[in-house]
Each structure stands twice: as C-alpha cells, then as structure tokens.
C-alpha cells in the first residue's frame, strides 16, 4: 500500500465508489446510458485512490450482501476528484465501448482541460 494513504482512507473510498457504481448501473438501465462522469470526494486528488474507486464501481455485484455495491462495469466512465491544489481524472472504456471512442483519451483529456 501507498505511504499517500491509510487503510481507513481505502475502506472509504472503496464503499462510496462500491455505492456510486450502483448508482451509474442504475442509471443506466434506465435510459441505455453508455458513458457516463462523475466526481467522487473519498480520494481527495490522490490518483490511486481514485482508481481503487473505479475498480469499486466495477466490481461484479455480489447478491448475497445486504447492500449491492459496484455492478457498472459495462459503463465507460470519467471519474474526477480533487482536493484543493490537485484534480485527478480517471477515464474507463469498457472493451466492447472502445469502437465508440473516436480519439485517444490523452487527445480527449488535453481538448478538455485545455481551458483550465
């Protein structure tokens, strides 16, 4: 593990992404929703935790806990955090989506941030 982050901090992010992935998913089926951006607040800029919250909104369902977590991994996503000095951006195409991205998400993140 990361000296940038503590196991309390892991578990944090893990649960909002685990509940914003249910969200996504939700969302989803209700509209046919491909793609989708968000921002999460648990990793406060820090890019490994943010994608530890990816990897959270990802995880297969498991139907046997009270609370479903995860479930959009069929959603391409981009996922921001920040604190107050820093802004992480975190981008998922799933492998199916990738025909449905024209550019590279390098050229997509530079047209996109280029006005900040």
């Keep these: 593990m990361s000296a940038a982050y503590d196991e309390k901090a892991l578990k944090n992010v893990v649960k909002e992404g685990g509940k914003r992935g249910v969200e996504i998913e939700g969302a989803a089926s209700l509209g046919g929703l491909e793609f989708f951006c968000t921002k999460v607040d648990e990793p406060q800029g820090n890019v490994e ?68």
């Design 49 to 116: 935790l943010l994608l530890k919250s990816v990897e959270a909104m990802n995880a297969e369902v498991d139907e046997t806990e009270e609370e479903r977590r995860g479930g959009s991994a069929a959603i391409g996503k981009m996922i921001f955090s920040c604190n107050d000095e820093v802004l992480a951006i975190v981008a998922y195409v799933p492998a199916d989506k990738k025909d449905k991205v024209e550019c590279e998400c390098r050229q997509f993140g530079s047209g996109f941030l280029g006005g900040l």
